[in-house]
């Protein structure tokens, strides 16, 4: 979820079990959604994407699910692995809107325990 | 692949110093993006650009300024370094274009500590 003060809020799963990370976004217009996974040190990098026309979307071993009702996203990552271990965040942006431009998430901090 | 790179991983530059912060990116993408990240604030978006020559001002403009002479390079310039300019600061590009979804592509970032 969104983070408070200057700390993100952690999730810690054991390997192998699911993980489900959570995002609210702001904007009801917004009609395209991304998730990123940052690991230490790393720039953002893509993970998966959904568009306002669908609720559920998967991936390889993860599935992202809006709800455009109460202005929900969540990333579920299957069978959960240390090299999940990361930062998430969530991104939305209008579609056409502001020539591209994403507003970010503060992000979820995952920890996989082996 | 497609790539985005930055010219310096990591950067210690001094009070008052100007930096400059290179991005290139091999994608042919017209938008260009500058962000800084900080513990618990998530990306903030400083400038923007949609086009060669064309910049607009994101969330925290000030005490920045960019540069975009060429398609595939965004620079950021801090005119006058200070320490509460250090950070994480990262470039992104993405396509334009009102038909298509915008991802964006990030570099690996620049670590800038001002001391």
């Known amino acids: 979820g969104e983070s408070v003060g200057l700390h993100l809020p952690t999730l810690s799963v054991q390997e192998g079990d699911n993980s489900i990370i959570n995002c609210a976004y702001s904007?009801?217009?917004?009609?395209?959604f991304i998730w990123y996974k940052q690991e230490s040190g790393k720039g953002p990098q893509f993970i998966i994407d959904?568009?306002?026309?669908?609720d559920k979307r998967q991936g390889q071993r993860v599935t992202v699910l809006l709800n455009k009702t109460v202005k929900h996203l969540s990333l579920q990552i299957a069978a959960t692995q240390p090299g999940d271990s990361a930062v998430y965040f969530c991104?939305?942006?209008?579609?056409?809107?502001?020539?591209?431009?994403?507003?970010f998430g503060k992000g979820t901090k995952l920890s996989v325990k082996p | 692949d497609v790539k985005v790179t930055q010219s310096s991983r990591y950067l210690v530059k001094r009070t008052g110093e100007k930096v400059f912060l290179e991005c290139v990116q091999d994608?042919?993408?017209?938008?260009m993006f500058w962000y800084r990240q900080d513990p618990g604030l998530g990306l903030r978006l400083i400038y923007f650009?949609?086009?060669?020559?064309?910049?607009e001002k994101g969330d925290i403009p000030e005490g920045y300024s960019v540069s975009r002479e060429k398609k595939e390079r965004f620079s950021l310039i801090l005119e006058s370094a200070s320490t509460n300019q250090t950070s994480m600061y990262l470039c992104?590009?993405?396509?334009?274009?009102?038909?298509?979804?915008?991802?964006?592509?990030f570099g690996p970032g620049t670590r800038l500590t001002v001391l």
């Open positions: 959904i568009r306002s026309n669908m």
């Open positions: 991104a939305e942006n209008i579609y056409g809107g502001s020539q591209g431009n994403l507003i």
């Open positions: 992104a590009s993405s396509l334009k274009g009102s038909l298509e979804y915008n991802e964006q592509f």
């Open positions: 904007n009801s217009a917004s009609d395209y």
């Open positions: 994608m042919d993408h017209e938008n």
């Open positions: 650009s949609y086009d060669v020559k064309m910049k």
